[in-house]
T-cell receptor, first 114, second 111 residues
Framework: AQSVTQLDSQVPVFEEAPVELRCNYS??????LFWYVQYPNQGLQLLLK??????LVKGINGFEAEFNKSQTSFHLRKPSVHISDTAEYFC????????????FGAGTRLAVHP | DAMVIQNPRYQVTQFGKPVTLSCSQT?????MYWYQQKSSQAPKLLFH???????NEADTPDNFQSRRPNTSFCFLDIRSPGLGDAAMYLC??????????FGSGTRLTVV
C-alpha cells in the first residue's frame, strides 16, 4: 500500500519570496508522483508529475519538484510566488504501470501575503 | 479541448431524497473515478470503473452507487443523502502513462 505525508498543513509566505511545500511518500513498489493545485470550489489541476527519467520535473505556473528516491520525497518549489498562487496543494502517489488509483496527502494551504 | 465535464457544478438536495451527479469525458480513457472531498480534507476515492468493471472501495457506504453506461459517461447515485454527505464530488479519468484528468467537481449541499 502507498501513503503520502504532507509535512505542513499551512505555509504562509510573502509575495515574491521562494516557497517549498514538502511531501514524503511510502511505497513498497515503484510509483508515479503528482502535485495538484485546487482553488476554492474548483476541481484539481495538475501542476506536474514524475513518471520516470529526470528527477527534476518542471510544471506549470513556474513550479518544479524534485524526486528523491533515497529520501522518498517529492518537494514542490517555486522561486518567487504571486498572490494568485494562494490555494490548496495536494501531493499524490500511485503505483507505476497500469491503471491505479491516486492516493492523496492531506494537503498544504499556501497563503501568499502582499 | 478534450476534458472531463461534471454537471451540475452546484447541487442542492433534500435530506433522504435520491440525487444523481454526472460526469462525461472526451478523452476516451478506460478508467473513471469518483472521489469525495469534504471541507479542508483530501479527496477520498469512492469507486472506479475499469471499462465496465466496477471496483468499490472497502469503506464506501452502500448509500453510494455508480453507473457507467458507456465509455464517455459515469454517474454517481446517492440513494438517501444525509447531512454528512455534503461535499465536493470529483470525477477523474486516467489512461496510460499515469495521466489523470479531473473535472471541476460538483458541490453537493444537503438541506
Amino acid at each position: 500500500a502507498q501513503s503520502v505525508t504532507q509535512l505542513d498543513s499551512q505555509v504562509p509566505v510573502f509575495e515574491e519570496a521562494p516557497v517549498e511545500l514538502r511531501c514524503n511518500y511510502s511505497s513498497s513498489v515503484s510509483v508515479y508522483l503528482f502535485w495538484y493545485v485546487q482553488y476554492p470550489n474548483q476541481g484539481l489541476q495538475l501542476l506536474l508529475k514524475y513518471l520516470s527519467g529526470s528527477t527534476l520535473v518542471k510544471g506549470i505556473n513556474g513550479f518544479e519538484a524534485e524526486f528523491n528516491k533515497s529520501q522518498t520525497s517529492f518537494h514542490l518549489r517555486k522561486p518567487s510566488v504571486h498572490i494568485s498562487d494562494t490555494a490548496e496543494y495536494f501531493c499524490a502517489v500511485s503505483p507505476s504501470g497500469g491503471y491505479n488509483k491516486l492516493i492523496f496527502g492531506a494537503g498544504t494551504r499556501l497563503a501568499v501575503h502582499p | 479541448d478534450a476534458m472531463v465535464i461534471q454537471n451540475p457544478r452546484y447541487q442542492v438536495t433534500q435530506f433522504g431524497k435520491p440525487v444523481t451527479l454526472s460526469c462525461s469525458q472526451t478523452l476516451n480513457h478506460n478508467v473513471m473515478y469518483w472521489y469525495q472531498q469534504k471541507s479542508s480534507q483530501a479527496p477520498k476515492l469512492l469507486f472506479h470503473y475499469y471499462d465496465k468493471d466496477f471496483n468499490n472501495e472497502a469503506d464506501t457506504p452502500d448509500n453510494f452507487q455508480s453507473r457507467r453506461p458507456n465509455t464517455s459517461f459515469c454517474f454517481l447515485d446517492i440513494r438517501s443523502p444525509g447531512l454528512g454527505d455534503a461535499a465536493m464530488y470529483l470525477c477523474a479519468t486516467s489512461g496510460t502513462g499515469g495521466g489523470y484528468t479531473f473535472g471541476s467537481g460538483t458541490r453537493l449541499t444537503v438541506v
